[in-house]
């Protein structure tokens, strides 16, 4: 059954889970992610980074988007299953609720200097979601 603070934790997930599947979508399935000069993306195809010759930056640049969506998919899927079936652990593991928070906080700071409006406000959401629902868990651990 769904507590006070496990429902807060549970929507946090479920905002970023969407973020995470919204994203995945967008670059696998749409051109929302191309540069807007198609000069770019042929040279972006072309060149690859000092790294390695192995890949392009193109190639880079769409890895990078996946594996993002895939992390935000994997805080969905892990925090929202903590949430609604084994809160009880979240709630008793200082470690695990820090360590959301944590990541949830630098994906905020990343939104406001990296990224644009919806996202940072998508992810503030879920943070105050987060925050509230951990804080009410920690608060009833007591």
């Known amino acids: 059954m769904l507590t006070y603070p496990s429902a807060l934790v549970a929507l946090s997930a479920i905002v970023i889970a969407l973020l995470g599947a919204v994203h995945l979508y967008y670059t696998v399935a749409t051109d929302k992610f191309d540069p807007r000069d198609p000069d770019l993306k042929g040279r972006l195809e072309a060149v690859s980074p000092v790294l390695t010759r192995q890949t392009t930056m193109w190639k880079v640049w769409i890895g990078l988007h996946i594996s993002h969506s895939l992390g935000l998919l994997l805080f969905g899927a892990v925090y929202g299953y903590l949430a609604i079936f084994r809160f009880a652990v979240l709630q008793g593991s200082t470690f695990l609720l820090v360590t959301g928070a944590l990541f949830l906080l630098v994906y905020v700071v990343l939104g406001k200097i990296y990224w644009f409006n919806v996202p940072?406000?998508?992810?503030?959401?879920?943070?105050?979601?987060?925050?509230?629902?951990?804080?009410?868990?920690?608060?009833?651990?007591?």
């Open 120 to 142: 940072f406000r998508g992810i503030s959401l879920a943070l105050v979601l987060y925050l509230a629902g951990g804080i009410a868990a920690l608060v009833a651990r007591q």
